[in-house]
């Protein structure tokens, strides 16, 4: 269903004290994307998701938590509209960088196989 579509994935690690920040960060920014971006065309976002777990290396919890945001628009000029209206429009109450152990981006992200099942 979305192969051919382009996603934008970003996981943040985020230290303990950070996460109740983290949590109003995910909040302001799915109810800004609700209110900004496109329903069709080759802008359209197809979905948003953002998902938290526990952050494991070696088996084990490292007390971090990582926070996934996945977008999938129709083509790669959604994430390019969804940047440029970052920069004119979003306004999130904390830094994306504070508390922030590692961060791994794949904005232009070709997706090559998809599963859709109800």
Known sequence: ?????????????????????????????????????????????????????PEIKDDKETGNTMFVLTEVYETSVGVDDHAQQAKE????????????VSLTICDYGAIKHSLWKD
């Open 89 to 100: 429009t979003l306004s999130l109450p904390h830094s994306t960088k504070d508390g922030v």
């Open 1 to 53: 269903m979305y192969e051919g579509k382009t996603q934008l994935t970003r996981i943040w690690v985020v230290k303990p004290e950070f996460v109740n920040n983290w949590n109003e960060i995910t909040e302001v920014h799915t109810k800004w994307m609700a209110e900004t971006h496109y329903r069709e065309g080759n802008k359209k976002l197809h979905f948003l998701n953002w998902s938290t777990a």
